[in-house]
């Protein structure tokens, strides 16, 4: 039996493994752990590495990965996207990691793959805006038409939302998200009103909240980061604007509701292919490893988090399926590939992870799941 992959020492600074890692170890199967740890995704990046050494440990009692044990080394997804990009290709390029996965936002995804996806397999565990098809990328999470699409069409059907107003961060997943956003509001008769993008990390959100309230919308959709949602959240309330128009996030995981705050999540919800709420046996399962391994009082689960558990089980069920680490046999056997986590049985179609989606309406800081969303929509 493999033994189970410690918790090792923390990354530096910039992000990259102590210095002792930077050597290629063939008695292990080393993958890049690409998650936040600064900026302001930077509020989930405790549970992602949680989760995702969570999953490492079971690979490793169940055997390791092509009989050697699974080791994760760390790297900051959070910092400026070229940067990941350049450390994570030095580890790819000096042998040291054989595989990368993780939740990092789109910009840094679309700076890594052209680096290394033709190396090694990259298992990218972040909803995104759709349309990636690099070859050696392999993807967990939601795309807009699977998530935001039957959202919007549910909200507008039972509580009549058709005037949409888009706050996003200033990069590609909010924007190309909105870009389809206009095209489902108009399949349920409705339209977006307007638009605003905000760099990461924005305070003040004072301007885009009064062209929110000038506007016809009565309904917000939220693209917004980690702490930026939260502080949206709590300018949105503390105007009073809960009180005219829902909000929909397609990225709110439970840490982020609970930074809000009870008075700022009153007509909330988020849609996702996880909540910690979820009442079925996999994910009461999940809850009952994570608490187990880490304590009641480690970080909350919550989708983002546990994608990347995902990522890990994806990555070792894909090595394993090829026989190899060989990027171009991994992606042969690829829609072959099937796992089980907490989002229940999961196979592969077309490099991306075919789920069911939900959407919940925040109750105080916690979700209510009030509804399973159509799970065979096309992909981006």
């Known amino acids: 039996m493999v033994r189970p992959d410690p918790l090792p020492p923390a990354p530096s600074p910039l992000g990259l493994p102590p210095p002792d890692w930077?050597?290629?170890?063939d008695s292990v199967v080393s993958v890049a752990l690409v998650f936040p740890l600064q900026g302001a995704a930077g509020i989930f990046g405790p549970t992602c590495e949680?989760?995702?050494?969570?999953?490492?440990?079971?690979?490793?009692?169940?055997?390791?990965?092509?009989?050697?044990?699974?080791?994760?080394?760390?790297?900051?997804?959070?910092?400026?996207?070229?940067?990941?990009?350049?450390?994570?290709?030095?580890?790819?390029?000096l042998g040291i990691v054989q595989g990368v996965t993780g939740w990092h936002i789109s910009s840094v995804r679309q700076a890594i793959a052209p680096r290394i996806a033709h190396r090694v397999p990259y298992v990218y565990t972040a909803l995104y805006e759709g349309g990636e098809h690099t070859a050696g990328v392999f993807?967990?999470?939601?795309?807009?038409?699977?998530?935001?699409?039957?959202?919007?069409?549910?909200?507008?059907?039972?509580?009549?939302?058709?005037?949409?107003?888009?706050?996003?961060?200033?990069?590609?997943?909010p924007r190309r998200t909105a870009r389809a956003s206009h095209r489902y509001a108009r399949e349920s008769g409705g339209a977006v009103c307007a638009e605003a993008y905000l760099p990461l990390g924005t305070h003040d959100?004072?301007?885009?909240?009064?062209?929110?309230?000038?506007?016809?919308?009565?309904?917000?959709?939220?693209?917004?980061?980690?702490?930026?949602?939260?502080?949206?959240?709590?300018?949105?309330?503390?105007?009073?604007?809960?009180?005219?128009?829902?909000?929909?996030?397609?990225?709110m995981d439970e840490n982020m509701l609970m930074a809000s705050g009870p008075t700022a999540t009153a007509g909330l919800y988020s849609t996702a292919g996880f909540f910690a709420s979820l009442a079925n046996q996999d994910t009461l399962d999940f809850h009952g490893q994570y608490a187990g391994r880490y304590g009641v009082q480690a970080p909350a689960l919550g989708s983002l988090g546990e994608s990347c558990y995902e990522g890990v089980l994806l990555l070792a069920a894909l090595i394993?399926?090829?026989?190899?680490?060989?990027?171009?046999?991994?992606?042969?056997?690829?829609?072959?590939?099937?796992?089980?986590?907490?989002?229940?049985?999961?196979?592969?179609?077309?490099?991306?992870?075919r789920q069911r989606i939900y959407l919940a309406q925040a109750d105080g800081v916690d979700f209510d799941v009030v509804a399973q969303l159509n799970p065979d929509a096309s992909r981006s």
């Not at 907490?342 to 991306?352: E, F, I, Y």
Request: hydrophobic letters at 45%; glycine letters at 10%.
């Open 139 to 173: 993807l967990t999470s939601e795309t807009p038409d699977a998530q935001l699409r039957p959202a919007m069409d549910l909200l507008a059907r039972e509580h009549g939302v058709r005037r949409w107003f888009v706050v996003g961060n200033d990069y590609v997943w």
């Open 320 to 353: 394993d399926r090829a026989g190899t680490l060989d990027v171009t046999a991994i992606g042969a056997a690829a829609d072959t590939v099937s796992y089980e986590g907490p989002r229940g049985l999961l196979r592969l179609r077309g490099g991306h992870v």
């Open 205 to 251: 959100f004072d301007a885009v909240l009064r062209r929110i309230e000038r506007s016809a919308a009565t309904g917000v959709l939220m693209l917004l980061v980690g702490s930026d949602a939260v502080r949206f959240n709590r300018a949105f309330a503390a105007s009073g604007l809960d009180e005219r128009c829902l909000r929909l996030s397609t990225l």
């Open 50 to 93: 949680l989760c995702a050494r969570l999953a490492a440990e079971q690979v490793n009692r169940s055997g390791g990965v092509l009989g050697k044990e699974l080791r994760l080394l760390p790297v900051d997804g959070g910092a400026e996207p070229r940067r990941v990009a350049e450390n994570v290709e030095a580890l790819v390029g």
């Open 22 to 25: 930077f050597t290629a170890d």
